[in-house]
């Protein structure tokens, strides 16, 4: 179970990860909408797996790439916005949210 400051550094983190992924969707992702669904923080508040939903282009794993690729200047952005708000700016692992397309595949099965 998390802990409330998990908690709450999860919900800034992914208000600012989507801000930044909607204003950077088209020279970062190629023109991919980027969301980040569901963010998991470590106890110690130094990692973060970000779990990405990733519309509108058919090669999700060349996108998550190219965002793995400007993991650092990502976690810079994000560190510029969080400010005061948390000592250190956490490192940032991303994966790709499956969950829909988990859901879509149980619904053709059942079709």
């Known amino acids: 179970m998390e802990s409330v ?3 709450k550094v ?4 992914k208000k600012d990860l989507n801000e930044f ?5 088209r020279s970062l992702c190629g023109g991919a909408l980027v969301t980040a669904t569901t963010i998991r923080v470590s106890v110690d508040l130094r990692n973060v797996n970000v779990f990405l939903s990733i519309f509108g282009v058919d090669d999700k794993e060349k996108v998550l790439k190219d965002i793995n690729k400007k993991n650092k200047w990502i976690r810079g952005v994000i560190g510029k ?3 005061k708000q948390v ?15 988990y859901l879509k595949s149980i619904e053709d099965l059942l079709d």
């Open 5 to 7: 400051r998990q908690q």
């Open 10 to 13: 999860a919900n800034l983190l």
């Open 21 to 25: 992924f909607r204003l950077e969707s």
């Open 81 to 83: 916005k969080m400010g």
């Open 87 to 101: 000592r250190v700016v956490p490192e940032f692992i991303f994966k790709i949210d499956d969950s829909l397309d």
